[in-house]
């Protein structure tokens, strides 16, 4: 299993447009959401059955927001602005 701290794979554009995913979906965490909807396709979207893909799925959006939550600060820091809420 790689670290979090590993660049995973990345989907491709082309697995991406074979896997008819809406352009709001093609992120870094596609290589996961590709089979999550594959595991929920075949199992008549029953929630107890992907549970291991939902996680992954989930991880890595939970871990792609705390990056972004950390760049915004860093423009802010630099900006010398403070959060507003």
């Not at 995973?8 to 896997?19: G, K, S, V, Y």
């Not at 989930?58 to 972004?68: P, V």
């Amino acid at each position: 299993m790689a670290s979090d701290s590993e660049e995973p794979r990345r989907a491709t554009r082309e697995e991406m447009r074979e896997a008819r995913l809406p352009l709001a979906y093609r992120d870094s965490c596609a290589h996961l959401l590709i089979p999550l909807n594959r595991c929920r396709t075949d199992n008549f979207f029953l929630p107890w059955k992907c549970v291991d893909e939902r996680h992954s799925y989930e991880k890595c959006q939970y871990l792609e927001f705390k990056k972004r939550v950390a760049k915004m600060d860093e423009l802010r820091e630099r900006k010398g602005g403070a959060r507003s809420n």
